[in-house]
């Protein structure tokens, strides 16, 4: 059973407006949740995290808001520009207790047109 | 910047061969991870190791199997390839206890085809 998951297989978005990713959750016990990037034939790269004692993170253009009560977390990247085209997988780790290892999302792909 | 080395970028390989995939981190993280990625199934854990000789089975560890004979080399094999196997690998590593905080480092990955 899925415990991270990325309902939208692909977002399209305009260059300069902004691209909302999501992610859901079932594991109440995760505790830090992360977002990363992969180019095609490239490995995914770290992009921002979050605890769960936050609700938002900011990194530039990059902003990750957790909703603990909604098992719900999103990444806002504005303005969008055609390099963020790029497939995005959520992560999300449970510390306490556990070797805290991440559970992947199957990923958004994001394409940003000029 | 840590760096994690995957020898391989594409390989292609015949069915039943049994294939080496290759590994080497040099920032001295005790934990080291291999994964497939598909389409429309992300990225599925295989094996993972915290330490040397120590290994554990992931989500999807049929048909593979894993060494781990040195701190910084982790290697994944293919026992008789299938073409099922055809996928993207990808290693990973992080220092011990910190995955959640600074993620994971992934190496560029291995395009395998099997024919």
């Known amino acids: 059973d899925q415990q991270v998951k990325q309902n939208s297989p692909s977002l399209s978005v305009q260059e300069g407006r902004i691209s909302i990713l999501n992610c859901d959750y079932t594991?109440?016990?995760?505790?830090?949740f992360l977002w990363y990037k992969k180019y095609p034939a490239e490995g995914p790269t770290f992009l921002i995290s979050?605890?769960?004692?936050?609700d938002k993170n900011e990194d530039g253009r990059f902003t990750v808001f957790l909703n603990k009560s909604a098992k719900h977390l999103s990444l806002h990247i504005v303005p969008s520009q055609p390099g963020d085209s790029a497939v995005y997988f959520c992560?999300?780790?449970?510390?306490?207790?556990?070797?805290?290892?991440?559970?992947f999302g199957k990923g958004t792909k994001l394409s940003v047109k000029p | 910047d840590v760096k994690v080395t995957q020898s391989s970028r594409y390989l292609v390989k015949r069915t039943g061969e049994k294939v080496f995939l290759e590994c080497v981190q040099d920032?001295?993280?005790?934990?080291m991870f291999w994964y497939r990625q598909d389409p429309g199934l992300g990225l599925r854990l295989i094996y993972f190791?915290?330490?040397?000789?120590?290994?554990e089975k992931g989500d999807i560890p049929e048909g593979y199997s894993v060494s781990r004979e040195k701190k910084e080399r982790f290697s994944l094999i293919l026992e008789s390839a299938s073409t099922n196997q055809t996928s993207m690998y990808l290693c990973?590593?992080?220092?011990f206890g910190t995955g959640h905080l600074y993620g994971y480092t992934f190496g560029s990955g291995t395009r395998l085809t099997v024919v």
């Open positions: 190791s915290y330490d040397v000789k120590m290994k």
């Open positions: 979050i605890s769960s004692i936050k």
């Open positions: 920032m001295d993280h005790e934990n």
């Open positions: 992560a999300a780790s449970e510390v306490r207790g556990s070797q805290g290892n991440l559970i």
């Open positions: 990973a590593s992080t220092a």
């Open positions: 594991n109440s016990m995760f505790d830090y």
